[in-house]
């Protein structure tokens, strides 16, 4: 009977320390921020009237928002209806999320007008200003995030702004590849930043990375206008030391030694029992 007691024990306490090896191993940081950005650094496309005649009185207007979170360019042709510029706008937000999650860093809100050709931008940038961990003294970043923005040529003289409201004209804004990321240090430990794309990331599927839009109108999803932006946070390799997955967690070399130990007690029984039968 205490055979049987001591074997039964032995097994539910290599089952419990093992599930206690998973369980610490399986637990993760929470990391809590903020993400806010502003526009630089456009671009004009290479059939800009601009880049021609710089002193054109069109230039003075013709790119604003620099340096705002909210980015507009190009001139407006007379066919459109809401009379309004092209236009970028990034909210930012806080976010707080466990390691390796993907979570909401901010939305998007992309309106596609009807502009004269020779007025388009082909590129902008976002400066996105991150900032992780205690309020106290946080750990501030900043990444520079680069978009392509994609013109679709109009017909040169269009009957009426409904002939514009075709798929086939759509405008849209792509993430620039590769998708960014940074690297942080907090709390001694080093950390990951990455960019996933337009919405959560679910696999299989991958990540979207641009939106388009309609001529005249804003670029929508089953949600309305605003598209969320997500990110994720995962460990890096810690400064000045070997990778984590070099040195065993302190359970699991409890759990191989009393492994090792449950073993050695069965072969010896299996011993005394042999010798026991020949008696």
């Known amino acids: 009977m205490s055979l049987v007691f001591t074997t039964a024990i032995s097994g539910c306490s290599m089952f419990a320390l093992a599930a206690f090896g998973f369980s610490s191993q399986a637990q993760a940081f929470t990391i809590s921020g903020s993400a806010d950005g502003v526009w630089s650094n456009p671009i004009l496309d290479e059939a800009n009237l601009c880049l021609k005649t710089p002193n054109h009185p069109e230039c003075a207007t013709m790119v604003q928002g620099v340096g705002t979170n909210k980015f507009s360019w190009g001139t407006v042709a007379k066919i459109s209806a809401t009379k309004k510029a092209n236009e970028l706008t990034f909210t930012g937000n806080s976010f707080s999320a466990d390691q390796g999650s993907w979570t909401k860093i901010g939305t998007l809100k992309y309106f596609n007008a009807i502009n004269y050709a020779d007025t388009n931008v082909k590129n902008v940038t976002l400066n996105l200003a991150l900032s992780f961990g205690d309020s106290q003294k946080p750990v501030n970043k900043l990444l520079q995030v680069n978009f392509n923005l994609v013109n679709t040529p109009n017909p040169a003289k269009p009957k ?22 940074t690297e942080f240090i907090y709390n001694l430990d080093s950390f990951i930043f990455e960019i996933g794309g337009f919405g959560k990331p679910i696999f299989p599927r991958p990540p979207q990375t641009s939106i388009s ?23 890096g390799q810690k400064p000045n030391s070997p990778p984590k997955n070099n040195v065993p967690e302190p359970s699991t070399v409890a759990g191989s030694l009393l492994a090792g130990m449950y073993l050695l007690y069965r072969k010896n029984f299996s011993k005394q029992k042999a010798k026991s039968s020949c008696r």
Do not use: C, M
């Open 160 to 181: 009426n702004i409904q002939e514009l409201k075709d798929v086939a004209y759509a405008d849209r804004v792509e993430f620039a590849t590769p998708l960014p990321t």
């Open 213 to 235: 839009a309609l001529e005249d109108d804003f670029a929508q999803n089953q949600f309305g206008i605003e598209h969320e932006i997500y990110a994720r946070v995962s460990y």
